[in-house]
């Protein structure tokens, strides 16, 4: 059987290599894969190597340091950041993303797509089935539960559909990348003597703090979705070359046709990404017993920054409380896409309740005052840049 193996490591120490060990290794793409999967994932390494590059160039000026990544055998739906002793001969940072988080976006995605009544206006949506798509629960595991490769059979929607599952990796690459150089990972060994940062952590370790936990992640998403909005309007602005295949322009212009259309595209991508990381019962009072804010508020959190982007940025053309109105409705078009795929009536509860109470901006405070008493531990770590205030 010929193996092919996306791209591995370009940097290991022994430390790294057990933790790898015990999450499974390094995955293997052989030869019973099919053709498209192979593709899927010579692009998203061609797109993991430019963004590390980027990253190392522009993000790591304070503390220069090689970044390196791996996929992980293992099938859950996690990804996790790791930072080498600045003791070491040559100092390094590593994101490992599991392989079951990029086929659960890939199955996810393609499942809305899939579905006629989902997204209406991408590709034709009536060569769609609905009956293909269902599934009794949102999985965060599909290869146990068989429940992968639902692909969409208009050529135009399955391209959208994995145009969607690489902005959202793009995403989780960034974030963990933002936990790497914001300094998160000396932190966390400093307080827990951890010597990785894990998204979805194991039952029975200890943690920090929740609201401390949460205000990490907050920072973390916020240097994610300034990194993937300007990815998004960088390809809003490059115009498909003359003779460019047609499924291909429609693609690009369901995705990056304006300023609103590639906004959405990343606002939906990611919503989708935090409903699987944090697949629970929405229960506002509860929001200081979880690791992560729950999806809506952390969405919600995020279009607050977002709002700032546009409000100080009138060049965009983008009006900051048009798009505050237009976040909802991604967020809610989001609920439905996924209620329709499970059979049921969506839960817009979580989004009701953050857009027409306070208590999302009282809590923000909570994680805030954390935030300011972390910040000069961070200061001391920082691979660049400036933390927020």
């Given amino acids: 059987m010929r193996k092919i193996l996306p791209t591995p490591p370009s940097i290991m ?7 790898i060990e015990s999450k499974g290794g390094l995955f293997v793409l052989d030869s019973e894969h099919t053709i498209n999967t192979i593709q899927i994932f010579e692009t998203i390494n061609s797109i993991f190597d430019r963004l590390i590059l980027e990253a190392e160039q522009e993000l790591y000026k304070d503390k220069p340091r090689k970044i390196s990544y791996g996929i992980i055998a293992n099938t859950n739906f996690n990804a996790f950041a790791y930072a080498s002793s600045q003791e070491e001969e040559k100092p390094f940072d590593f994101v490992g993303i599991n392989i079951g988080t990029i086929f659960t976006l890939l199955d996810i995605f393609g499942r809305i797509l899939s579905h006629p009544d989902n997204l209406t206006n991408v590709g034709n949506s009536s060569l769609e089935k609905a009956e293909r798509t269902y599934i009794s629960y949102l ?3 599909v290869m146990k539960t068989q429940s992968m490769s639902c692909i969409p059979n208009c050529h135009i929607r399955n391209s959208y559909s994995t145009n969607l599952m690489i902005t959202a990796l793009k995403f989780l690459f960034y974030h963990e990348i ?4 914001n300094g998160h990972l000396e932190f966390i060994k400093e307080e827990l003597n951890y010597s990785y940062y894990q998204e979805a952590m194991d ?9 401390i936990h949460q205000a990490l992640e907050m920072d973390a998403d916020s240097g994610a979705i300034l990194k993937v909005l300007n990815e998004s309007f960088k390809l809003m602005n490059l115009s498909p070359r003359d003779g460019v295949d047609l499924n291909i322009l429609a693609v690009f212009n369901y995705s990056y046709l304006d300023i609103r259309i590639s906004t959405k ?3 939906f991508s990611t919503y989708i990404l935090f409903r699987l990381f944090d697949f629970i019962e929405w229960n506002y009072f509860n929001q200081d017993k979880e690791t992560h804010p729950q999806p809506p508020i952390r969405m919600f959190w995020l279009s607050c920054t977002i709002y700032e982007i546009f409000r100080i940025r009138p060049e965009y053309n983008y009006n900051a409380d048009t798009f505050i109105s237009d976040a909802t409705k991604i967020m809610l078009e989001a609920e439905i896409t996924l209620g329709k795929i499970k059979n049921e009536e969506p839960d817009t509860r979580g989004i009701q309740s953050v857009v027409s109470t306070n208590l999302h901006l009282e809590y923000l405070n909570e994680v805030k005052k954390a ?4 910040r000069p531990q961070l200061e001391n770590y920082k691979r660049g840049g400036n933390l927020a205030d």
Wanted: proline share 3%; net charge neutral; charged share 40%.
């Fill in 265 to 267: 595209t990343v606002v």
């Fill in 178 to 181: 933002t936990h790497l150089r």
């Fill in 139 to 141: 999985s965060t595991d």
């Fill in 371 to 374: 935030w300011k008493d972390i």
């Fill in 13 to 19: 120490n022994d430390e790294l290599e057990k933790i």
């Fill in 203 to 211: 039952t029975g370790r200890k943690r920090l703090d929740p609201v």
